[in-house]
């Protein structure tokens, strides 16, 4: 049977066709436009001229974001907010050009060691307390029996030395793991991600070759002794992740 006409030749069939295209093709806009909130209008890597300059088919309108427990609310794009400060400088004048660090290459926001402007405040759970806190605080949290404990632990840098010993453990009481191993290298107490270490029970080590021996004490630190930011999460993070390029100059160097 026919389909049934709605005007002259023109049928039901054709009609939901129609209707899906110019749904498609608005969802395409919605979805270009959403994600274009934040790092534009696009600039050129030479000059700095603006080179998208945007308009009403280019970027979303402000949204206004209400943030859970009392922390009032976020509009995106975000306006005013300062850049990350690279130290570093191009090696040659043309776009696309790789950076070379300035200074001191683990701090220079370069590479592995890249780091967002997060939020300056501690990530919460459902309860709204801090999410990430020394196991001692979370006493429905502990390490397993049959598990190595690393507290006590000598920790080993890329270079094979000794860079302190595991004070504490830093744990997510929402997921229930250990996100950061509190490392005493005698000069002060610093947070090494979890993710990058390797515990070794039987020899009673933890290998975290992502830095060498020295260059823990120059990992950024929580302003707090039980509480971390975000902020401070990232640049923690970044620090050791920056050690994977920068630790030592072989790491620099092509592998072919």
Same mark, same amino acid.
């Given at each position: 049977?026919? %389909? /049934? *006409?709605?005007?002259? #030749? $023109?049928?039901?069939?054709?009609?939901?066709?129609?209707?899906?295209?110019?749904?498609?093709? &608005?969802?395409?806009?919605?979805?270009?436009?959403?994600?274009?909130?934040?790092?534009?209008?696009?600039?050129?890597?030479?000059?700095?001229?603006?080179?998208?300059?945007?308009?009403?088919?280019?970027?979303?309108?402000?949204?206004?974001?209400?943030?859970?427990?009392?922390?009032?609310?976020?509009?995106?794009?975000?306006?005013?907010?300062?850049?990350? %400060? /690279? *130290?570093?400088?191009? #090696? $040659?004048?043309?776009?696309?050009?790789?950076?070379?660090?300035?200074?001191?290459?683990?701090? &220079?926001?370069?590479?592995?060691?890249?780091?967002?402007?997060?939020?300056?405040?501690?990530?919460?759970?459902?309860?709204?307390?801090?999410?990430?806190?020394?196991?001692?605080?979370?006493?429905?949290?502990?390490?397993?029996?049959?598990?190595?404990?690393?507290?006590?632990?000598?920790?080993?840098?890329?270079?094979?030395?000794?860079?302190?010993?595991?004070?504490?453990?830093?744990?997510?009481?929402?997921?229930?793991?250990?996100?950061?191993?509190?490392?005493?290298?005698?000069?002060?107490?610093?947070?090494?991600?979890?993710?990058?270490?390797?515990?070794?029970?039987?020899?009673?080590?933890?290998?975290?070759?992502?830095?060498?021996?020295?260059?823990?004490?120059?990992?950024?630190?929580?302003?707090?002794?039980?509480?971390?930011?975000?902020?401070?999460?990232?640049?923690?993070?970044?620090?050791?992740?920056?050690?994977?390029?920068?630790?030592?100059?072989?790491?620099?160097?092509?592998?072919?």
């Amino acid at each position: 049977m026919d %389909d /049934v *006409k709605l005007i002259g #030749t $023109f049928d039901v069939t054709e009609l939901v066709f129609l209707a899906f295209v110019l749904f498609f093709i &608005a969802l395409v806009f919605y979805l270009r436009r959403e994600d274009r909130r934040e790092g534009y209008p696009l600039e050129d890597e030479a000059t700095g001229r603006v080179d998208t300059p945007g308009g009403p088919l280019h970027s979303a309108t402000p949204k206004t974001f209400l943030m859970p427990h009392g922390r009032g609310s976020v509009t995106t794009p975000t306006k005013g907010r300062e850049p990350v %400060d /690279v *130290k570093g400088e191009r #090696t $040659f004048r043309s776009p696309g050009a790789p950076y070379h660090p300035t200074g001191n290459p683990m701090e &220079a926001g370069l590479g592995p060691g890249a780091y967002a402007e997060r939020a300056d405040h501690p990530d919460l759970n459902a309860e709204g307390n801090p999410r990430i806190v020394p196991i001692g605080a979370a006493d429905h949290i502990s390490v397993h029996a049959r598990e190595a404990d690393p507290r006590g632990m000598d920790v080993i840098g890329a270079d094979g030395a000794s860079a302190g010993t595991v004070s504490d453990l830093w744990v997510d009481n929402a997921e229930h793991v250990i996100r950061y191993l509190e490392v005493d290298t005698g000069k002060k107490k610093v947070l090494a991600p979890m993710a990058m270490s390797k515990v070794k029970g039987k020899q009673r080590q933890v290998v975290i070759d992502a830095i060498n021996a020295d260059q823990f004490a120059g990992a950024p630190k929580p302003r707090k002794k039980s509480e971390i930011t975000l902020y401070e999460e990232e640049r923690i993070v970044a620090y050791f992740g920056a050690g994977y390029l920068y630790a030592n100059a072989e790491r620099q160097e092509p592998v072919l």
